[in-house]
């Protein structure tokens, strides 16, 4: 993606300044490990990317939030979400290491965890092992209505995190249905999820809207690698004012109900909005 890398903890801290210095709140981290394997264990020890990486971000900018992806997709030679079994993913089995890898990124100083995996029960298994491991006071914000998109292309290129074999439609939404996507959020709250997420952004304000209705917990919406490299595309081709176009779909998310947005606009946008 035009403008995205791939950053070391040493430099994930010098952007983290950026961000700070621009007017941002915080950052999200996204984890690419040296080795994987069948069960994503690179994701769950305590020396692993991103523990490094947040105590690297807290010891130049200690008042930045950092939040966590919690996944396995990263750190699994097959690139799904879970552990597998004949094939398939195997829910329960999962669980515990998305369990286990919230505990150590919380325990390396993460502000908040937030599992994107879509496994049925992990807000309830997380929230579990972040209080028996001494850290109930660590926020939990569930990505509960997170759809199977196209338009994640660009990010799982960015972090080699696509799947080897099929896809992810048995565990992500189908993107066809928004009650659906209700029923889930409810699950994760009453599980414990802290702050919830709608997954694409643009093309599911709908999904915001009602979420934003029906809910009155905080309300984050992620806009993914797909409606960035678009406007990008479309803004180097001199097609759109690349600028407007995106100031334009950040405000509709805005507009639609989402009280915080994750973007790969957000130094861009920052910077435009300062001026």
Same mark, same amino acid.
């Given at each position: 993606?035009?403008?995205?890398?791939?950053?070391?903890?040493?430099?994930?801290?010098?952007?983290?300044? $950026?961000?700070?210095?621009?007017?941002?709140?915080?950052?999200?981290?996204?984890? @690419?490990?040296?080795?994987?394997?069948?069960?994503?264990?690179?994701? @769950?020890?305590?020396?692993?990317?991103?523990?490094?990486?947040?105590?690297?971000?807290?010891?130049?900018?200690? $008042?930045?939030?950092?939040?966590?992806?919690?996944?396995?997709? $990263?750190?699994?030679?097959?690139?799904?979400?879970? @552990?597998?079994?004949?094939?398939?993913?195997?829910?329960?089995?999962?669980?515990?290491?998305?369990?286990?890898?919230?505990?150590?990124?919380?325990?390396?100083?993460?502000?908040?965890?937030?599992?994107?995996?879509?496994?049925?029960?992990?807000?309830?298994?997380?929230?579990?092992?972040?209080?028996?491991?001494? *850290?109930?006071?660590?926020?939990?914000?569930?990505?509960?209505?997170?759809?199977?998109?196209?338009?994640?292309?660009?990010?799982?290129?960015?972090?080699?995190?696509?799947?080897?074999?099929?896809?992810?439609?048995?565990?992500?939404?189908?993107?066809?249905?928004?009650?659906?996507?209700?029923?889930?959020?409810? *699950?994760?709250?009453?599980?414990?999820?802290?702050?919830?997420?709608?997954?694409?952004?643009?093309?599911?304000?709908?999904?915001?809207?009602?979420?934003?209705?029906?809910?009155?917990?905080? *309300?984050?919406?992620?806009?993914?690698?797909?409606?960035?490299?678009?406007?990008?595309?479309?803004? $180097?081709?001199?097609?759109?004012?690349?600028?407007?176009?995106?100031?334009?779909?950040?405000?509709?998310?805005?507009?639609?109900?989402?009280?915080? @947005?994750?973007?790969?606009?957000?130094?861009?946008?920052?910077?435009?909005?300062?001026?």
């Amino acid at each position: 993606m035009p403008g995205v890398a791939r950053l070391s903890p040493d430099l994930c801290a010098a952007a983290a300044k $950026e961000a700070k210095s621009l007017g941002m709140g915080g950052v999200i981290l996204f984890g @690419i490990p040296a080795t994987k394997d069948d069960r994503g264990t690179s994701g @769950i020890v305590a020396d692993g990317i991103i523990p490094t990486a947040i105590k690297a971000i807290k010891d130049a900018v200690p $008042e930045l939030a950092v939040v966590t992806d919690v996944c396995l997709c $990263e750190y699994t030679d097959h690139g799904h979400c879970g @552990i597998l079994r004949d094939g398939e993913v195997d829910n329960d089995a999962t669980l515990p290491l998305l369990a286990a890898q919230a505990v150590a990124h919380a325990k390396a100083g993460a502000d908040i965890v937030a599992p994107s995996d879509m496994m049925d029960g992990r807000v309830a298994a997380i929230r579990r092992g972040l209080d028996e491991a001494g *850290l109930p006071l660590t926020p939990i914000l569930s990505y509960a209505a997170k759809y199977s998109s196209s338009f994640y292309g660009p990010f799982r290129e960015a972090a080699g995190s696509a799947p080897k074999e099929g896809d992810r439609k048995g565990y992500q939404m189908d993107y066809a249905n928004v009650r659906e996507a209700l029923r889930e959020v409810a *699950l994760d709250v009453e599980e414990g999820a802290d702050l919830i997420m709608v997954k694409p952004a643009l093309s599911y304000l709908d999904v915001i809207a009602k979420v934003r209705d029906a809910f009155d917990l905080p *309300l984050w919406a992620y806009s993914v690698g797909g409606e960035y490299v678009m406007v990008k595309a479309a803004a $180097e081709r001199g097609w759109i004012d690349g600028e407007r176009a995106m100031l334009e779909s950040l405000l509709s998310i805005r507009r639609a109900g989402a009280d915080t @947005i994750i973007t790969y606009f957000a130094v861009d946008a920052a910077k435009a909005l300062a001026r």
